[in-house]
Every structure is written in structure tokens, then in C-alpha cells.
């Protein structure tokens, strides 16, 4: 069965730092996701991505957040200057979506993100 | 903007019993998409059923069925013959059918299910 595929699964970095999630959407899939889930909370909606653009975001994403498809087959989530409350896990998702009978979202196993 | 209610935030179930989970959420629209979704310690993100609103019957997955109830903005799940796998964090969540929406998933703060031997 297709996955989506997220590295690193564990990340560590200082606080003020740049860190890059990486993920590998399903091939076929044309819509894109960033979730965040805060140790012991719901989860959250960062952003969508499709067509190559941001088609919804949330207003978690603020400017500290970008998104990219750099190769078209990479999907990252660019978290610039991060702060201690950045720690969560991460996770990228991939949906195809137009028809009625293929609504499926897929997740991938996430990033912990961990800043000190 | 919909939110998604889960007012259970733990429930325990003895192994082989059935339970509910309950979910309510709120919506003006009339077309959409509503998931449960299973996450166990590993904090995977795994679907376990989902229904579509405009589809009266109720979706059922072997051990996993749901009442969906769209004029009561309900969407409760009952999971029969409860197994020590099934102890997991368990999250509703909704997805509206627009385009505008961008297809993101709006999640409840979940309920964590302990299954007791």
C-alpha cells in the first residue's frame, strides 16, 4: 500500500535555529498537508498545498512558516528561527480529492521535532 | 469555522465488550466528510473509518461501525469485541467537501480508550 513518507522521525535543534521537514507525498495524490500536534493536544492544521501553491492555511502558519515542492516529488515544511513551543510532532498528509469515490487522506508517521 | 466536539476525553472497555465514542461537531454546510482516526502510542496517524454525509447508511469497517446522525451533528463510534490493540488515542474529525476549504481536516481533542484485560 502507498505511504507518505516524513524524515527525520526525531529532530533536535537550538532554539533561534532553521529546521527543514522533509516528506514524500503518494505519487497520485494532488493535495498536500502540514498538521502539528503539541504532546498531549489535538491536531492542529498548519497549511494545504496544491497546484503547486498554498490554497488554505491556518493562522498557526504565520510568517516563521513557509512550504515547498521543491523537485515534485519532495514536500517541506521550513520552520525558521524556532522557539520552544515549536516542539511537536509534525505530520505531512496526501489526499486526491475531485472524485467522490477517492477522498482518502494519508498520513505519514511524523516528525518529532524537539527544540532546546 | 467547524469544530469538532469529543466531550469523552477518556473511556475504558473491557476486552471483548463493546464502546461508544462520541463526536458532535458544528456545520452550516450540507456536503462533507466525517473520519475517525486511530493513534496509538506510536502517535501514527491511522484511519480507521470514515462517512460521507450524504450517504444515509452508516459505515461499518469488521469491528468498527459509526452512527452517524447528520440532523443531530453526531458521529459517534462503536467498536464491538474490544482487543488490547484497539487502547489508543481516538480522534474525529471533519473535512469539508469545498474546494475553498483547501480539504483541511478539523480535528476533536480526541479520547484516549484503555482496554482492560
Known amino acids: 500500500e502507498p505511504e507518505v513518507t516524513q524524515t527525520p522521525s526525531h529532530q533536535v535543534t537550538q532554539m533561534g535555529q532553521e529546521v527543514i521537514l522533509r516528506c514524500v507525498p503518494i505519487?497520485?495524490?494532488?493535495?498536500f498537508y502540514w498538521y502539528r500536534q503539541i504532546l498531549g493536544q489535538k491536531v492542529e492544521f498548519l497549511v494545504s498545498f496544491y497546484n503547486n501553491e498554498i490554497s488554505e492555511k491556518s493562522e498557526i502558519f504565520d510568517d516563521q512558516f513557509s512550504v515547498e515542492r521543491p523537485d515534485g516529488s519532495n514536500f517541506t515544511l521550513k520552520i525558521r528561527s524556532t522557539k520552544l513551543e515549536d516542539s511537536a510532532m509534525y505530520f505531512c498528509?496526501?489526499?486526491?480529492?475531485?472524485?467522490?469515490?477517492?477522498?482518502?487522506?494519508?498520513f505519514g508517521s511524523g516528525t518529532r521535532l524537539t527544540v532546546v | 469555522a467547524q469544530t469538532v466536539t469529543q466531550s469523552q476525553p477518556e473511556m475504558s472497555v473491557q476486552e471483548a465488550e463493546t464502546v461508544t465514542l462520541s463526536c458532535t461537531y458544528d456545520?452550516?454546510?450540507?456536503?462533507?466528510?466525517l473520519f475517525w482516526y486511530k493513534q496509538p502510542p506510536s502517535r501514527q496517524m491511522i484511519l480507521v473509518i470514515r462517512q460521507e454525509a450524504y450517504k444515509q447508511q452508516n459505515a461499518t469497517e469488521n469491528r468498527f461501525s459509526v452512527n452517524f446522525q447528520k440532523a443531530a451533528k453526531s458521529f459517534s463510534l462503536k467498536i464491538s469485541d474490544s482487543q488490547l490493540g484497539d487502547a489508543a488515542m481516538y480522534f474525529c474529525a471533519y473535512r469539508s467537501a469545498g474546494s475553498n476549504s483547501g480539504y483541511a481536516l478539523n480535528f476533536g481533542k480526541g479520547t484516549s480508550l484503555l482496554v482492560t484485560p
Open positions: 456545520t452550516s454546510e450540507s456536503d462533507y466528510y
Open positions: 498528509a496526501s489526499s486526491s480529492v475531485g472524485s467522490r469515490s477517492n477522498y482518502g487522506y494519508t
Open positions: 505519487s497520485n495524490h494532488l493535495y
